[in-house]
């Protein structure tokens, strides 16, 4: 079975400031990772994936996650937040050879950016 | 225009109504999901379809029907609406394979009173 904890369901950050949203999860088979963003009255966008290969994965506007397989996490991260950030993060994790039934979300962690 | 599109995007109605929430997409997936979104639960599967023949449940099926109407076409029913339906829905389609990630629609936003 596979689940996924979001440490922090609220986050605030000054512009410019480091982001930092955890991720951990667990998962019966080698896992897949994703972490999704969710802006105000939109739908779920792919910030990035983990599946095979380099565990440190960029994403889009800046993002960037590391699969750590030893502390089972997959935290996202960027260096410098802007106010266009603020959204709804929500990470997911599926498993080799389970298919999309399997796509489990996180409870989902809130990004607001101060000025 | 958007590749996975919900109608209705705003749906009110009252407690016992019938209601159809229909999602179509142009991507030329084969796998479709309907899941809910509630506030501090995240997205929380409802049912999803590998083909038009395979229909299955997911983990809050109760109180929910679907239909695949054809390989673009995914509908979600609320046979008698109740109250803690009320949720944002929805729709997702994927190609076939574990790895490859899932394209949500914008949503529809229920209430039921």
């Known amino acids: 079975a596979q689940s996924v904890t979001q440490l922090g369901s609220h986050v605030s950050v000054s512009e410019g400031a480091l982001v930092l949203l955890r991720c951990n999860y667990s998962?019966?088979?080698?896992?897949?990772l994703f972490w999704y963003v969710q802006y105000p009255n939109q739908g779920l966008q792919l910030l990035l994936k983990?599946?095979?290969?380099?565990?440190l994965v960029k994403g889009i506007n800046g993002f960037e996650a590391e699969f750590k397989k030893s502390e089972t996490s997959f935290h996202l991260t960027k260096p410098s937040a802007h106010m266009s950030d603020a959204a709804e993060y929500f990470c997911?994790?599926?498993?080799?050879?389970?298919?999309?039934?399997?796509?489990?979300f996180g409870p989902g962690t809130r990004l607001s950016v101060l000025p | 225009d958007a590749d996975v599109t919900q109608t209705p995007r705003n749906r009110i109605t009252k407690t016992g109504k019938r209601i159809m929430l229909e999602c179509s997409q142009t991507?030329?997936?084969?796998?479709m999901y309907w899941y809910r979104q509630d506030p501090g639960l995240g997205l929380r599967l409802i049912y999803y379809?590998?083909?038009?023949?395979?229909?299955n449940k997911g983990e809050i099926s109760d109180g929910y029907s679907v239909s695949r109407q054809a390989q673009a076409k995914f509908s979600l029913s609320l046979e008698s609406a109740i109250p803690n339906q009320t949720a944002l829905y929805f729709c997702?389609?994927?190609?076939?394979?574990?790895?490859?990630?899932?394209?949500f629609g914008p949503g529809t936003r229920l209430t039921v009173l």
């Open positions: 997702a389609t994927s190609y076939t394979g574990t790895a490859n990630e899932q394209f």
């Open positions: 998962s019966s088979v080698p896992p897949y």
């Open positions: 983990y599946t095979t290969g380099a565990t």
């Open positions: 997911a994790v599926t498993g080799r050879g389970l298919g999309g039934q399997n796509f489990v």
């Open positions: 991507k030329g997936h084969d796998r």
């Open positions: 379809s590998f083909d038009v023949k395979d229909i």
